[in-house]
Nanobody, 124 residues
Framework: QVQLVESGGGLVQAGGSLRLSCVAS????????MGWFRQAPGKEREFVAT????????YYADSVKGRFTISRDNAKNTVYLQMNSLKPEETAVYYC?????????????????WGQGTQVTVSS
């Protein structure tokens, strides 16, 4: 069983930045692909970014490309999401997810473990 704990959410003005962190329990973190998803009120959960086991491959939703950066530190069992130039429409609960496969994926159904989420609110 893998437990994921997100942190770093909060209130930020439009154009501002936040860095989310997700710490995973267990010894197998370095073999897992990781992803970030978000869900706004009344909307479906959507893919944001994913990273493979080594950090050598990343992929982003078109809406965040060039502004968000996903990274990982396998020595710390941690994955990060640096978010710059935030927009009010990106207000959502952001979830970290782990996939028991070394290959990254954009599909929520491909992930086996989920964190509890962290709220990000972007004011206009």
């Amino acid at each position: 069983q893998v437990q994921l704990v997100e942190s770093g959410g909060g209130l930020v003005q439009a154009g501002g930045s936040l860095r989310l962190s997700c710490v995973a329990s267990g010894r197998a973190f370095s073999s897992y692909a990781m992803g970030w998803f978000r869900q706004a009120p009344g909307k479906e959960r959507e893919f944001v970014a994913t990273i493979n086991w080594s950090g050598g491959s990343t992929y982003y939703a078109d809406s965040v490309k060039g502004r968000f950066t996903i990274s990982r530190d396998n020595a710390k069992n941690t994955v990060y999401l640096q978010m710059n130039s935030l927009k009010p429409e990106e207000t959502a609960v952001y979830y970290c997810a782990a996939r028991t496969d070394y290959r990254s994926s954009t599909g929520a159904n491909d992930y086996d473990y989920w964190g509890q989420g962290t709220q990000v609110t972007v004011s206009s």
